[in-house]
T-cell receptor, first 112, second 113 residues
């Protein structure tokens, strides 16, 4: 099942904060976060594996709730370089047939 | 430098023709994936392979075929059965299943006229 991402789009001024959410109806094995610039390949940001986990650094971080059904990506004091589309990718199981399913993306625009 | 190479970057084809997109990686990764991306939409999984000579259908496999004869290569054929093939296609790989980061190629943009 495709994870649900929200919001679909965000417009910020440089220096403002943003939160992007990713949720699943069932518990997940892991959550990935990627950023894609227009016309380019997605680039890996981070992966979360444990319920209650928080990861990242001061500017870009993410959390994974205890039930492992929701993750949020936090962008603090946004910079122009943060512009792009953010995707969460989720894995349901830890098995040889595991696959990563992506959400529909959140388009982030940063204005000077 | 290690990475994933997709070719061609741009491809135009007439309706009804089969097209094969190349994906080669020199990262020694076991797992490889094909995703389709339409404008303003997310990535949808077409096929994936966790090991040589084995692959599984993703969510939108109809009208596509793949092979995995070598660890380094995972070509995707867009057949004439695919009703709406115009899209951006991304190939990715990971060290092994469930080990995290996907490395993506730069993509192939297919336009069917």
């Amino acid at each position: 099942q495709q994870p649900v991402q929200s919001p679909q789009a965000v417009i910020l001024r440089e220096g403002e904060d943003a939160v992007i959410n990713c949720s699943s109806s069932k518990a997940l094995y892991s959550v990935h976060w990627y950023r894609q610039k227009h016309g380019e390949a997605p680039v890996f940001l981070m992966i979360l594996l444990k319920g209650g986990e928080q990861k990242g650094h001061e500017k870009i971080s993410a959390s994974f709730n205890e039930k492992k059904q929701q993750s949020s990506l936090y962008l603090t004091a946004s910079q122009l370089s943060y512009s792009g589309t953010y995707f969460c990718g989720t894995e349901m199981t830890h098995s040889s047939a595991s696959k990563i399913i992506f959400g529909s993306g959140t388009r982030l625009s940063i204005r000077p | 430098d290690g990475g994933i190479t997709q070719s061609p970057k741009y491809l135009f084809r007439k309706e009804g023709q089969n097209v094969t997109l190349s994906c080669e990686q020199n990262l020694n990764h076991d797992a490889m994936y094909w995703y389709r991306q339409d404008p303003g939409q997310g990535l949808r999984l077409i096929y994936y392979s966790q090991i040589v000579n084995d692959f599984q259908k993703g969510d939108i496999a109809e009208g596509y075929s793949v092979s995995r004869e070598k660890k380094e290569s995972f070509p995707l054929t867009v057949t004439s059965a695919q009703k709406n093939p115009t899209a951006f296609y991304l190939c990715a790989s990971s060290i092994s299943p469930n080990t995290g980061e996907l490395f993506f190629g730069e993509g192939s943009r297919l336009t069917v006229l």
